[in-house]
C-alpha cells in the first residue's frame, strides 16, 4: 500500500444538488439566461432538470416545484429576459448563413421549443436566400461546383446530399449544376 504524503490534498467528496427554493431557481435562471439565448421551453426545461436532480438527490416530489419554476420563467419573460421571437430570428439567421434550408431551419426552432408557427414564420425565405444557402451548403460539403473530381459521376449523390438537407429538387439541381460562383 502507497504512503499517503503529509499535505496531500485527497480527493474532495462531491457535494449533492442544493435545495430547491425560489430564489435558487432565481439565480440559476439568471445564470443561465447570461450564458445562452434560450426559448421559453428551453429555459423551463433546464430549471426543472435542476429540480429534478434535487429532489432524487435529497428525496422530495418534483412536482411540488412546478408553480415555482413557472413563477420564475414567468418573472423572465415579463423582463424581456426570454423572448421567442428575437430567439427565433437570431437563430435563423445563424442557421441560414450557416447553409440550412428553410425545412432545416424550422425543424432546429421547433427542437430547441419555438412554437410551430413562430418557426415556420422564421424559416421562410425567398427563392434567392434558398439558393444562397444551398450554395453554401455545397461549398461546405464539396459538392457540385466545389467537388473534387468528376461532378458526372457524383451528380446524383451530390444532389441527393442537398435534397437530405431539405432543399427541394429544382434548388438543389440549380446549385450542383451551376457555375458555383457568388455564395
Not at 1 to 24: C, F, K, V
Not at 160 to 168: D, I, Q, T
Request: net charge positive; glycine share 8%.
Amino acid at each position: 500500500m502507497a504512503e499517503e504524503r503529509e499535505g496531500a490534498s485527497l480527493p474532495r467528496e462531491r457535494r449533492g444538488p442544493r435545495r430547491i427554493d425560489e430564489a435558487y431557481l432565481r439565480r440559476a435562471a439568471l445564470h443561465y439566461l447570461e450564458r445562452y439565448s434560450a426559448p421559453e421551453a428551453q429555459l423551463r426545461r433546464v430549471l426543472l432538470r435542476k429540480v429534478e436532480r434535487s429532489c432524487r438527490h435529497h428525496g422530495l416530489e418534483p412536482s411540488a416545484f412546478s408553480t415555482m419554476v413557472d413563477e420564475v420563467v414567468t418573472s423572465c419573460l415579463a423582463s424581456g429576459l426570454v423572448d421567442d421571437r428575437r430567439f427565433a430570428e437570431a437563430r435563423a439567421q445563424s442557421l441560414r448563413r450557416k447553409g440550412r434550408s428553410a425545412r432545416a431551419v424550422a425543424a432546429g426552432l421547433a427542437a430547441k421549443g419555438v412554437e410551430r408557427a413562430l418557426a415556420a414564420e422564421m424559416a421562410t425565405v425567398n427563392d434567392e436566400a434558398e439558393l444562397a444557402a444551398a450554395q453554401i451548403a455545397a461549398r461546405r460539403k464539396r459538392l457540385g461546383p466545389w467537388s473534387r473530381g468528376d461532378r458526372s459521376e457524383q451528380r446524383q449523390k451530390h444532389i441527393a446530399a442537398l435534397a437530405r438537407a431539405g432543399f427541394s429538387l429544382a434548388v438543389a439541381r440549380a446549385v450542383i449544376d451551376g457555375p458555383g460562383e457568388g455564395a
